[in-house]
């Protein structure tokens, strides 16, 4: 691509051991003027492969949680536009051409929602309560930011009008079983920091009936059966994580029941 004709645009990748995915997702980004990975102290090949392209600039921080580091991110970014991607997402080219016409010609959105197409392997998930997921990608930063009172399943916060993209950007969110599995449960123990830190006490109710439901509406409503075993094993792990969620609430307030003064 002809480089007096890229856009102002600024790609924002947050990665800790994405050795596996960084260099197609990296490799998809010509289009951009600049990206910037923030990375949680990778152990493996991250870093390597981030810095062996030479547009690439690669900063190491800290993570606390997931809009902490989105927001880090954003605040070293030169352009105003921002297009932050994880690194088992991908785009198409239909979808890069979408996202240059936007940047080009928008004079009325501030940020833009897109749908994505979630893939199990190398397969589509069709249903499994996914169906209908849409999430902020694009955006000006100069009138979004993410909440702090998120730690997990970021909320941006946009001042302006937003926009729903056309085209779908590609989500690889299931690559193998454990992989799925640590996710869910890493996002099941931040998810129950926050709610700590909201002073939300856990319910034994809740304990027994929130995962039982969440994984019937997903594979019966949302019509995550219709995906075969895929489904089975995406609504079961969904469910999984909203149980370790409760289970982890419980553990921090009788953590902190035993740490409070007598």
Not at 98 to 114: D, G
Not at 126 to 136: E, V, Y
Not at 166 to 183: A, E, F, G, P, R
Request: proline share 2%; with cysteine.
């Amino acid at each position: 691509m002809d480089s007096k004709s890229t856009p102002n645009l600024s790609v924002l990748i947050i990665t800790l051991n994405e050795e596996n995915q960084m260099k197609a997702l990296l490799a998809n980004l010509d289009f951009s003027d600049e990206i910037i990975v923030v990375d949680s102290f990778s152990s493996d090949n991250t870093e390597a492969i981030c810095k062996s392209f030479e547009k690439v600039k690669f900063i190491q921080n800290k993570f606390e949680n997931y809009s902490s580091q989105r927001n880090f991110a954003i605040e070293q970014a030169k352009n105003d536009w921002i297009l932050f991607l994880d690194a088992d997402e991908r785009l198409t080219p239909e979808l890069k051409n979408e996202i240059l016409n936007t940047i080009r010609f928008n004079k009325t959105y501030a940020a833009f929602f897109f749908y994505r197409t979630f893939m199990f392997k190398n397969r589509v998930l069709h249903f499994s309560g996914l169906q209908t997921d849409k999430i902020f990608r694009l955006f000006d930063k100069n009138f979004a930011k993410y909440t702090t009172d998120r730690l997990v399943h970021e909320k941006l916060t946009v001042t302006g009008k937003t926009d729903v993209f056309k085209n779908k950007l590609i989500h690889y969110s299931y690559s193998d079983y454990k992989c799925y599995k640590s996710k869910t449960t890493r996002y099941g123990k931040l998810k129950a920091q926050e709610k700590f830190i909201k002073n939300q006490k856990p319910s034994i109710l809740l304990q027994i009936l929130h995962p039982s439901y969440n994984f019937l509406y997903n594979y019966f409503v949302r019509l995550g059966f219709l995906d075969g075993k895929k489904g089975l094993i995406i609504c079961y792990l969904n469910a999984y994580g909203v149980h370790i969620r409760h289970q982890e609430l419980k553990k921090l307030w009788n953590k902190g029941q035993q740490l409070s003064p007598k």
